[in-house]
């Protein structure tokens, strides 16, 4: 038998995470761009930062208590000089 959780779609985003006008509050978002400052550290490289995205159940109307939230960077490799392969292999094993 296989259950499979109720989704429920809400009015607002998620209180902890959101204010009323929908924005981060500001402890989460310096959180956040914490992790990702730690994360550029740790690449060792210099990465060009083109957006940071975050996606997840949490980040929409459809949370849950156990929700949680993804922080994707985009960087553009077309700007650093090396073979794009490599760059991807080194940036999968860093973030794995």
């Given at each position: 038998m296989k259950l499979i959780e109720k989704v429920i779609i809400h009015d607002t985003l998620?209180?902890?995470l959101f204010s009323d006008?929908?924005?981060?509050y500001p402890e989460v978002k310096d959180r956040i761009l914490d992790i990702v400052t730690e994360f550029l550290e740790y690449t060792e490289l210099d990465l060009n930062i083109a957006?940071?995205?975050?996606?997840?159940s949490n980040v929409s109307y459809n949370y849950a208590e156990d929700?949680?939230?993804?922080?994707?960077?985009i960087t553009n490799f077309d700007l650093i000089d090396a073979p794009k392969e490599?760059?991807?292999?080194?940036?999968?094993?860093k973030k794995s």
């Open positions: 998620n209180k902890k006008d929908n924005k981060l957006d940071i995205q975050l996606v997840g929700s949680d939230l993804d922080v994707h960077i490599i760059l991807q292999s080194l940036y999968n094993a």
